[in-house]
C-alpha cells in the first residue's frame, strides 16, 4: 500500500499523459457488493466513462459549435421557465 493513504480509500490518480485511474482498495470484512459500488461511484465522480463516451465518435468543430448553442438554450429557458406547479396529490 501507498505511504498515507488509509486502507479502504478509493483515490483517482492522474497519470503523465493525462489518463486517469481509478484505485480503489477493499476494506476490511466488505461484501463484493458493498465493493463494487464504492468502485462504480468513484468511476462516476472521476468522469472517465463520460469521457470516453464523448470521445468515441469524431465532432467536427461546427457539430461542437451547434451542440454548445443547444444546450446554451435549454439552460436559458429552463432558466426563464420559472418553477413547475406542484403534482394534484391523489
Do not use: C, W
Not at 8 to 28: D, F, I, M, S, Y
Not at 51 to 58: P, S, V
Not at 60 to 69: P, V
Amino acid at each position: 500500500m501507498a505511504p498515507g493513504v488509509a486502507a479502504g480509500t478509493a483515490r483517482v490518480a492522474l497519470a503523465a499523459e493525462g489518463a486517469t485511474n481509478v484505485h480503489v482498495e477493499p476494506r476490511e470484512g466488505e461484501s463484493f457488493d458493498q465493493f463494487l459500488r464504492r468502485f462504480k461511484t468513484s468511476m462516476d465522480k472521476s468522469g472517465i466513462l463520460r469521457e470516453y463516451k464523448r470521445k468515441r465518435y469524431f465532432k467536427s468543430n461546427g457539430e461542437l459549435q451547434r451542440e454548445k448553442a443547444k444546450a446554451a438554450a435549454r439552460r436559458r429557458t429552463k432558466r426563464f421557465r420559472g418553477p413547475r406547479p406542484l403534482r394534484p396529490t391523489r
